[in-house]
Nanobody, 126 residues
């Protein structure tokens, strides 16, 4: 069974950048549509990005479009979230997700993704 673990969170100044990693084990990540969610304090989880099995980012939330991008490295069985121009409102726990049985990305809703990491905290503050 697929298992995913995030890393790379921490404190970032406004306007700065951060790259998060999501390492997979138990199966080949290329077989899954993968993505990123986040949850800010007191708010519901928000779907950010999804990458289909072909490697294309096909879903992207308006809140991060143009600032965040995602990619996968097949050799490392890992995916990444590159976050640029960070804002205080980007402060949240970021989780990587995956879903099998499809080559395309489902909608960015919680119930569409079967596998979740434990999350990594990103805090944007001066």
């Amino acid at each position: 069974q697929l298992h995913v673990v995030e890393s790379g969170g921490g404190l970032v100044q406004p306007g700065g950048s951060r790259n998060l990693s999501c390492a997979a084990s138990g199966d080949i990540l290329d077989y899954y549509a993968i993505g990123w969610f986040r949850q800010a304090p007191g708010k519901e989880r928000e779907g950010l990005l999804c990458i289909n099995t072909g490697g294309a980012v096909t879903n992207s939330a308006v809140s991060v479009k143009g600032r965040f991008t995602a990619s996968r490295d097949s050799a490392k069985n890992t995916m990444y979230l590159q976050m640029n121009s960070l804002r205080p409102e980007d402060t949240a726990v970021y989780s990587c997700v995956a879903t099998g049985g499809t080559t395309s990305c489902p909608p960015l809703t919680v119930d569409e993704y079967d596998y979740w990491g434990q999350g990594t905290q990103v805090t944007v503050s001066s």
